[in-house]
């Protein structure tokens, strides 16, 4: 393992276990990726964030070269660039993901584990699903949820407790949840949305910006 990795790291409630065989073509894709990068994570990435936030964040899966090297959230691909770069501008977190502080902030992925070609199948969602639960039912001060891309917002009404027809995907919506939290989704900063203009660092600024709103 190197530096970069979430070793050490407390484990928060619904933390996937490293060696979790739940998905057999995810196992198989560790497998594959721990025989060729034998330094990197290669595992279920963790959440990682404060116990005491407002807000959670939620991706779709570990990018290979990103969180599954760096065993850490959104920690070393494009997508967490512009992520935290825009926490930084509005005072949220810091700057730097490898020293990252954002007091009230937390951030996980609706699948745990890096998927080929960055598209889980259903099947993976599914399975991951009660970890996801888990994660944010153990947020006992959580009151905003962004789901960054489709699958996220999918996987966050389902785990937050709502019904998916009554809540549509939509870049900018908001939807109130039976459970009081308000989930916000927004396109996925992922380097094809930002290439095919998708996503603009404006359009993703202002989703964080609505949810400062809803936290009062």
């Known amino acids: 393992m190197t530096d970069e990795t979430n070793i050490g790291a407390p484990a928060h409630p619904g933390t ?9 073509r995810l196992v198989a894709y560790r497998a594959e990726q721990q025989a060729r990068h034998a330094t990197w994570w290669n595992a279920p990435v963790p959440p990682m964030g404060d116990a005491t936030a407002w807000l959670a964040i939620i991706g779709l ?15 070393g691909d494009d ?7 825009t926490l930084a501008e509005l005072g949220l977190a810091t700057e ?29 969602k599914h399975a991951c699903r009660p970890y996801l639960a888990a994660q944010l039912a153990a947020l006992p001060h959580l009151k ?3 789901a960054l891309g489709e699958t996220a917002h999918q996987a966050a009404i389902k785990a937050i407790g709502g019904k ?20 916000i989704d927004s396109y996925h900063p992922s380097r094809l949305n930002l290439n095919t203009g998708t996503i603009t660092p404006d359009m993703l600024k202002a989703v964080f910006v609505a949810a400062l709103a809803a936290k009062t």
Request: hydrophobic fraction near 40%.
């Open 164 to 183: 998916l027809p009554k809540y549509r995907f939509a870049h900018g919506a908001a939807h109130k949840l039976p459970s009081g939290v308000t989930l």
């Open 96 to 124: 730097t993901p490898e020293a990252w502080q954002a007091p009230g902030l937390f951030i996980t992925n609706a699948v745990a584990c890096a998927p080929p070609n960055n598209l889980p199948a259903t099947d993976e």
């Open 61 to 75: 899966a570990p990018g290979l070269k990103g969180a599954n090297r760096t065993g850490k959230p959104f920690h």
């Open 79 to 85: 997508a967490g660039k512009l992520l935290f770069a």
């Open 16 to 24: 996937p276990p490293r060696d979790c065989a739940l998905c057999p």
């Open 144 to 146: 905003v949820a962004i």
